[in-house]
């Protein structure tokens, strides 16, 4: 769907925004259009409204907006979404990737229904592949004007999903009572491993998605690139994060209740023998 909207809406010589650590997918859909990626830095690892806005120029045809970020696991509330609505021109189309919304419990977050709802300019994207845990099926979904969905439907492939990926979509949606589930022993454990990483000495940034970004010291023997090696030994596998411009850092998604203790208890291991 990103890809679909980047091929849709940008040509040679236009430029499209995204932030810092945004997901990685928009500057590849970006230059895959032939268009120019341009990064609005971020502040405490969480996309900032003035940079993006401060990066438009006459060219800017597109901002894409993961929010939930990944690797970050930060938001921006719907206040600050809509006072970036505000400040674009209305040429420009903003593209706000709500892949973690179910996840996220927070009661400023808004995942952008009602702006796309008020608004000609806004689209919003889903996917399957997260609260629903349908990855494998290749399964999302956008909510977007009239018009915008008229320019994807033309350019999209006839059978772009197939039958099977949309009977479980169905299925999946109205599996409310997994989605509940989901969501407890996300938020449970998301705060468990937030506070007992954050006392073995590690930063970790506050995440409202279904992962935590850890932060490691450059000391030789403790890097991220160190942890990652002693995990990965012990089967445990977090994901780098050096691409996103984070080098010093993995991301561990939330996990059962033994692999997040079994985490845990390897990352104070690491932290003791280095
Ligand atoms: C921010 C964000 N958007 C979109 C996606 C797309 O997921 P999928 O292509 O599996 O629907 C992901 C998955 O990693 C993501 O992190």
Redesign the pocket.
């Given at each position: 769907m990103?890809h679909l909207l980047a091929q849709a809406y940008l040509v040679d010589g236009d430029q499209a925004i995204y932030t810092t650590h945004g997901?990685l997918?928009y500057p590849i859909a970006i230059l895959g259009a032939g268009a120019t990626p341009v990064v609005a830095p971020e502040k405490n690892y969480t996309a900032d409204v003035d940079t993006i806005l401060a990066a438009v120029t006459n060219k800017t045809k597109m901002v894409f907006l993961?929010n939930p970020?990944?690797p970050t696991g930060t938001a921006l509330s719907f206040d600050e979404i809509k006072r970036l609505h505000r400040g674009l021109p209305g040429n420009v189309l903003l593209v706000l990737?709500a892949?973690?919304a179910e996840y996220v419990v927070r009661n400023d977050y808004e995942s952008g229904i009602e702006l796309v709802a008020t608004s000609e300019n806004v689209v919003m994207?889903r996917?399957?592949?997260k609260i629903h845990g349908l990855?494998a099926l290749?399964l999302?979904w956008m909510f977007a004007p009239a018009h915008v969905v008229d320019v994807i439907n033309r350019i999209r492939g006839p059978f772009n999903t197939n039958g099977p990926a949309i009977a479980a979509g169905i299925a999946a949606i109205e599996d409310v009572e997994h989605q509940e589930r989901s969501r407890a022993h996300n938020t449970r454990w998301l705060n468990w491993l937030t506070e007992e990483i954050g006392k073995l000495g590690l930063t970790v940034t506050p995440s409202v998605a279904n992962f935590v970004l850890i932060h490691f010291p450059q000391t030789k023997g403790r890097t991220a690139e160190d942890a990652d090696a002693f995990l990965s030994a012990r089967g445990l596998i977090l994901r780098q994060t050096t691409a996103y411009k984070l080098p010093n850092a993995l991301r561990m998604s939330v996990g059962t209740e033994e692999a997040n203790r079994l985490t845990v208890a390897a990352l104070s291991d690491f932290l003791a023998q280095s």
């Open positions: 990103l997901f997918i993961a970020n990944n990737d892949a973690y994207c996917t399957f592949s990855a290749r999302g």
